[in-house]
C-alpha cells in the first residue's frame, strides 16, 4: 500500500498561487498514476488534475485549465498542483489520490485506490 500526505494549502488572495505537494510512503509512487480532487462545502467531490505513469499524459477539469499544473518528481515519490491565478470559486479541500491498476491517466474518482487527507484552500475576494 502507499500512503499520501497533502501539504501546501492555506489562505491566498485571488489571483494568487499557491503550491500544492503530495507525498507519497510505503511504496514508490512511481508504480501509480497520480491524480487530484476538491470538495468544496456542500459540493460533491469533483475531478481538478491527472497525471500518467511517467507523466506523459495530463488532464484537467475544464475549470482549472490553463491555471493548474500537476507534475510528479518519482525521484523525491511527490506529486504537484502548482495553481495560479486562484479564484474564490477554487476554495475547497483539496485531496490526492493515486492508482496502481492502470497506466494512463483518469478523471474518475473510483479509479483510485489510495487517498490523503486532504488539505484546505481558501481563497479570498
Known amino acids: 500500500q502507499v500512503q499520501l500526505v497533502e501539504s501546501g494549502g492555506g489562505l491566498v488572495q485571488a489571483g494568487g498561487s499557491l503550491r500544492l505537494s503530495c507525498a507519497a510512503s510505503?511504496?514508490?509512487?512511481?508504480?501509480?498514476?497520480v491524480g487530484w480532487f476538491r470538495q468544496a462545502p456542500g459540493k460533491e467531490r469533483e475531478f481538478v488534475a491527472t497525471i500518467s505513469r511517467g507523466g506523459y499524459n495530463t488532464y484537467y477539469a475544464d475549470s482549472v485549465k490553463g491555471r493548474f499544473t500537476i507534475s510528479r518528481d518519482d525521484a523525491k515519490n511527490t506529486a504537484y498542483l502548482q495553481m495560479n491565478s486562484l479564484k474564490p470559486e477554487d476554495t475547497a479541500v483539496y485531496y490526492c489520490?493515486?492508482?496502481?491498476?492502470?497506466?494512463?491517466?483518469?478523471?474518475?474518482?473510483?479509479?483510485?485506490?489510495?487517498w490523503g487527507q486532504g488539505t484546505q484552500v481558501t481563497v479570498s475576494s
Open positions: 510505503g511504496r514508490a509512487l512511481t508504480t501509480y498514476i
Open positions: 489520490a493515486a492508482a496502481g491498476r492502470i497506466t494512463t491517466a483518469s478523471m474518475k474518482p473510483s479509479i483510485y485506490e489510495y
